[in-house]
């Protein structure tokens, strides 16, 4: 927290690597990018605290676990293995892929002897010589993919990492545009004393600019993530494309149902038999 009248100092943290790729077909896909530098990584905790209540990651690493009767589970965006680690800690064999060797650098230092193997690289299109019964993809990182195309590979990768008959789940937010007002393209989607966020709609483009300023330490961090938000529909889509089908749609991880009020949703798609 601030002191009262202290100055603030103000840093902007634009976005970090960038790494070129290509769709399984072949086809140029743009560039892959990852915010989750070294300053994100190590505060990812700090940040975003309410991801880390234990009830809700006990029901997380529990829905997951069920999927996978025991057998191994990949992690798309696998990040500082807030749920990855306590998921294998259950005896699920876990295996990651990630953009970001700092995201990466904290799950090794949380838990060095975990025994959970990551891949560096674009979940899109980056393949890993196994199988697996369940592929997951949590906190909304179906949206960092900012183009259809690349979203569409996401799935095929998925598809492509199933045993038959396997789970394909994802935990994406629903796009709050109801709440956005005719003729107005900005909407604050937390005010707290202190973090606040803005999300700028592009509504044509379908893409939504995430603005974060927090107050850390005394001074004021400014953080920006681009995110193509998508529906439910559109998902099923990309799900019916890459060979899978729709089995379980939920808003939350305690199977509370999925209604028109509903913020968020994890869908499990299941690949066939
Ligand atoms: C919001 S964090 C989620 C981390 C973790 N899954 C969790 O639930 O806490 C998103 C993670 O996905 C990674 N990421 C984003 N886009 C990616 C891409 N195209 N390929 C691989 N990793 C990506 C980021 O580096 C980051 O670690």
């Not at 006990?58 to 500082?80: K, M, R, S, Y």
């Not at 674009?122 to 183009?147: C, K, Q």
Request: proline share 7%; net charge negative.
């Amino acid at each position: 927290m601030t002191k009262p009248n202290a100055p603030l100092s103000l840093a902007f943290r634009p976005f970090g690597n960038s790494l070129a790729r290509a769709s399984g077909d072949g086809n140029a896909l743009p560039m892959a990018e990852t915010h989750f530098d070294a300053w994100i990584a190590s505060r990812y905790r700090t940040l975003w605290p309410e991801i880390f209540e234990p009830s809700l990651l006990d029901a997380a690493v529990d829905f997951l676990a069920d999927l996978t009767q025991g057998e191994p589970a990949l992690e798309l965006g696998i990040g500082t293995g807030r749920i990855a680690l306590p998921l294998s800690r259950r005896g699920v064999p876990v295996h990651g892929i990630d953009l970001s060797p700092a995201m990466v650098a904290e799950l090794r230092e949380e838990a060095p002897d975990a025994g959970v193997d990551v891949t560096i690289g674009d979940f899109a299109t980056t393949a890993v010589d196994a199988t697996f019964r369940l592929v997951y993809l949590l906190r909304n990182t179906i949206t960092n993919l900012t183009t259809q195309d690349e979203q569409v590979a996401c799935f095929r990768n998925a598809s492509h990492h199933l045993e038959p008959g396997g789970f394909f789940v994802i935990e994406t937010y629903i796009p709050e545009l109801r709440r956005l007002p005719p003729g107005e393209t900005s909407q604050v989607f937390t005010a707290t004393p202190t973090h606040i966020g803005v999300g700028e709609y592009d509504v044509a483009k379908q893409i939504e600019v995430s603005r974060h300023w927090w107050v850390i330490d005394g001074a004021l961090e400014a953080f920006s993530s681009s995110h193509r938000y998508v529906w439910p529909s559109e998902l099923d889509l990309m799900a019916r494309i890459a060979g899978m089908t729709l089995r379980e749609r939920w808003s939350d991880w305690y199977r509370a149902p999925f209604t028109s009020e509903s913020r968020s949703h994890i869908s499990v798609w299941q690949a066939s038999a």
